[in-house]
């Protein structure tokens, strides 16, 4: 392959990752039917792998794609004969875009920038979350279905017929395409940052399996977080989500150490944290901490910055974090914020003080089963020298987590302890 | 347009012992419902109250059975036939739809032409 193929199709999976969710929901407009848009954004591809290699890439691929997809698009319908009549189409409203929303396409048409109306529409609260998730990645990031089905580790025929489902439902329901009015729309952009923060989340931390982070999820729940953040430059949440993946992700080259072992906080080399990340997250956080109450991402992103902007694990405000927990605990009464909460505790008044709050969590019914509670304890156990204690709370945490570099940690944990 | 049913799912035994009072109350709110549905964009086409699920008779193959297809706490006591521009316009109403001892569920209806 000549050098000129190879940046031709590099600009084409650039362009496939940051252009898809525009040319997609540009085309959406036109068929007013999802799988057909889908498939005439695909073809544009397709078409710029070869026409970028004879004529060179466009100045402004995103507006030669979204032309491309949206031409194909109405050849389509032209062409459909009588049995396409009665498809079901998307009901949507006739919005005007705002002049900021407008893009211009190749021949200088206006491009309406209807990337909140197709993430909107994934994340309409009528379909579970499951569902929110995979059209999410499969409309708006563009992922194939297979890809989608391995970030979840589910198989591929399970999560076509979900996406299929969920497809149908929006067609047949007549979830409408459109921006939520004004009234609605606080409640149903929470629900898009509920699925971004789980896309994070799960990639950050893949519940089970070899790779303590998932790249390709995080990426992507990045690059959603940005869209939003341009598409919604005033929402408080929104930045407050945005800072949150931003600064936990600036830790990510120090999460793992040799071999991918596990590395705490506290073993973390700070010196290689993305310095450029933290700066951004935090001038965020402030942003999304002057809404009243503030967003649950926002405070997260807060404790996030105060473990960024320590310079060494000592210097961590432990009595700032434990306010920041216990306010979000009062905002979001959750048991997995109080276990938090309880180590923090910890650190800030010693393990005898953390244990306390931590054995207070033990009746919880959402914790039974939740790997991070006797690890916690374990930990507290240890440092009081209460070693047999600890012993048996390792084990037990063992037990619960199927995360293969957590568990190594736990294992070595329970090594370093020695025989009873 | 297209058409819903809003299914109403209620605990019937908590009609069974209501008041004559409680009774007025919930047909005052079925009447004050109806009436506002045209406000949210949307037109109430039909709908019945349903005799108890005790009443229910169920036929199976020509095999005829007393009681509901499915038992079940909350039973399926009366229906709304209702026209909405989509989803979102349906769920408005089905939020303002009284159903005080339970939920209701909204089902679009299949447009045969």
């Not at chain 1, 197709?118 to 998730?133: E, G, I, K, M, S």
């Not at chain 2, 007393?66 to 909405?84: C, M, N, S, W």
Request: glycine share 6%.
């Amino acid at each position: 392959m000549s050098d000129d193929a190879a940046d031709v199709e590099a600009a084409v999976a650039d362009a496939h990752r940051r252009e898809w969710a525009l040319v997609l929901a540009a085309t959406v407009r036109v068929t007013r039917d999802l799988d057909t848009a889908e498939d005439c954004t695909q073809e544009a591809f397709a078409a710029a792998l070869a026409d970028w290699r004879v004529r060179g890439v466009p100045d402004r691929p995103g507006a030669w794609l979204t032309t491309t997809a949206r031409r194909r698009a109405l050849n389509v319908l032209r062409s459909r004969g009588v049995e396409h009549r009665h498809l079901p189409l998307l009901v949507e409203d006739a919005a005007v875009p705002g002049p900021e929303e407008l893009a211009t396409d190749v021949d200088g048409a206006p491009i309406p920038d209807d990337r909140l109306r197709l993430v909107a529409t994934c994340c309409h609260p009528a379909l579970d979350r499951p569902a929110q998730v995979a059209l999410t990645l499969r409309l708006v990031c563009g992922l194939s279905t297979a890809q989608v089905a391995r970030a979840f580790l589910v198989a591929e025929a399970t999560m076509a017929a979900r996406i299929t489902r969920a497809k149908k439902k929006i067609a047949l329901a007549r979830i409408p395409y459109r921006v939520p009015p004004a009234a609605e729309l606080p409640e149903r952009v929470d629900a898009v940052l509920a699925v971004v923060h789980l896309l994070f989340t799960t990639g950050h931390t893949v519940p089970a399996g070899e790779e303590l982070v998932r790249r390709d999820l995080v990426e992507r729940s990045v690059d959603l977080a940005r869209m939003l953040r341009r598409l919604l430059p005033r929402d408080p949440a929104v930045a407050g989500l945005l800072a949150l993946v931003v600064l936990t992700d600036a830790r990510r080259e120090t999460r793992t150490g040799p071999g991918g072992r596990l590395l705490l906080l506290e073993q973390q080399d700070r010196a290689r944290w993305d310095r450029a990340a933290i700066a951004e997250g935090t001038t965020l956080v402030r942003e999304a901490l002057r809404a009243r109450p503030p967003s649950r991402y926002a405070l997260q992103a807060a404790i996030a910055a105060v473990h960024a902007e320590a310079p060494t694990w000592e210097d961590t405000d432990w009595t700032e974090i434990v306010a920041l927990y216990g306010v979000l605990t009062q905002l979001w009464p959750s048991p997995v914020v109080a276990l938090n909460r309880a180590v923090a505790v910890g650190f800030a008044a010693g393990p005898a003080a953390g244990l306390a709050e931590l054995d207070a969590l033990a009746g919880e019914p959402q914790l039974a089963g939740y790997g991070y509670l006797p690890a916690a304890r374990a930990d507290m156990l240890r440092r009081l020298g209460r070693d047999d204690e600890a012993r048996l709370a390792y084990g037990e945490a063992l037990l619960l987590t199927e995360n293969t570099v957590e568990r190594d940690f736990l294992a070595g944990r329970l090594r370093d302890l020695g025989a009873p | 347009m297209a058409q819903y049913t809003i299914l109403i799912y209620e605990d019937e035994n908590a009609y069974a012992t209501a008041s004559p009072e409680l009774m007025d109350e919930v047909i005052q709110e079925h009447d004050a419902f109806t009436a506002a549905v045209p406000g949210l964009g949307a037109t109430v086409l039909g709908g019945s109250a349903l005799e108890p699920s005790g009443t229910a008779t169920s036929v199976r193959g020509g095999e005829v059975t007393d009681g509901p297809f499915v038992e079940t706490k909350e039973a399926l006591g009366g229906y709304y036939l209702i026209e909405a521009p989509d989803l979102d316009t349906a769920l408005a109403v089905a939020k303002l739809c009284p159903a005080r001892f339970g939920g209701v569920e909204v089902r679009p209806v299949i447009a045969f032409d």
